[in-house]
């Protein structure tokens, strides 16, 4: 019994010092990223993306690296732009880029692992992106089509609530389970795991890499919360190489992320896709194990990095903060079940329409529904609603065989009327 609570005390404190660790650069990711929401011009991002072209390959990886989307809500989004004119190899280079990095991986991934692991993520984003983006060009037979017009989405009332709300509220959400859950995964790894245990087991760094490699292409993991874990790792001994793969391919593959690729840009671009990942991953390891300095990652120096970063009452301050925000983005779900938190109800006379749709996951697959949905023809406004998985449509006719299509274009599952 005394063990069980030892072990416990022992988790919960790694726990708490690795959150204490990623929270002010969180809570600046976060900020970030709500500026890009409220600022970024998304409506000038096709102008930018079409042809079969370098410069269109280009653009999208550098648009794609500070972007905080996960893998799935990455998936809407880049499938978006293809449909909205954006060439597969612009797409493809989006979709490789985007899930690996971000504003606020980037921060976090700094405040844990020092700042070569920081500046090595964007640049492999960026190298990968654009060789996926290439190669699935130069395998493409299809024509790029034309860009349709569609109305610009701009925030409405004060941008600066709007920001804040994105970022701590809406984004939050997206990603709070996932973050949580790498922090336990390394709070495990670190009090469970011996040290040097790969050392002594796994001590071939190239095994090392197609073990993890192998792990990290099936399984969900968000950029932010692939960190800790690979930190933890890292510390255990495994290879800083392998550390690297972790952080790469475990945030831009998944089951789920292949499987809507294949359908909505085709079996040869999943193949340029997953190939550049892997191979990406597999090369980046390779170039940090036998190119670069070993003292840059070795994990005593990633340690005094961390431990004498910021003082401690800015990471008391953000921890509580974010805990508190993590907390609420957890329990809000209930609360609105519950009637706590009332949702928005239409009051108006126009015609309402509910269908279900499963598949969304996060706040950018209900926007990716949202808007794409809101473009058909006789659709007024589009309402998704994650929680119950149901869309409200106001709608002065309903085309629901056209609906059907662009959800299932999206990756979703429509399940049609309720």
Known sequence: ???????????????????????????????????????????????????????????????????????????????????????????????????????????????????????????????????????????????????????????????????????????????????????AIAAVITVMVPDSFFESYLSNPYLNMLLVLAASVPMYVCATGSIPVAMALLVKGISPGAAFVFLMAGPATNAGTLTVIAKSLGKKALAAYLTTIILGAFAAGIVINEFLPAAWFAPGVIMEHVHHLLPSWLELGSTLFLAAMITFVLVRPLLKKTGIIQTTQNNNNKMEYQVKVDGMTCNHCKAGVENNVGKIKGINSVNADLDTHIVTLEADSLNESEIEKTINDLGYSYKGKV
């Open 1 to 183: 019994m005394e063990t069980a609570w030892q072990y416990t005390l022992e988790l919960l404190t790694a726990f708490w010092d690795l959150f204490m660790e990623m929270a002010p650069y969180l809570v600046l990711g976060f900020l970030l990223a709500g500026v890009l929401h409220v600022f970024f011009p998304k409506h000038k991002v096709h102008k930018y993306l079409g042809g079969k072209n370098l410069k269109s390959v280009i653009n999208a990886s550098l648009v794609g690296i500070p972007l905080p989307l996960c893998s799935c809500g990455v998936i809407p989004t880049g499938v978006s732009f293809h449909k909205n004119g954006a060439s597969k190899g612009a797409s493809v280079s989006f979709l490789i880029s985007t899930p690996q990095t971000g504003v606020d991986s980037i921060l976090a991934t700094y405040s844990l692992m020092g700042l070569p692991f920081a500046v090595i993520r964007p640049i492999v984003a960026l190298i990968t992106g654009i060789i996926g983006g290439v190669a699935t060009n130069a395998v493409d037979e299809s024509p790029v089509t034309e860009a349709p017009q569609s109305a610009v989405n701009e925030i409405k009332g004060n941008k600066f609530i709007a920001m804040l709300r994105y970022a701590f509220v809406d984004f939050l959400a997206d990603i709070a389970k996932w973050l949580v859950i790498g922090l």
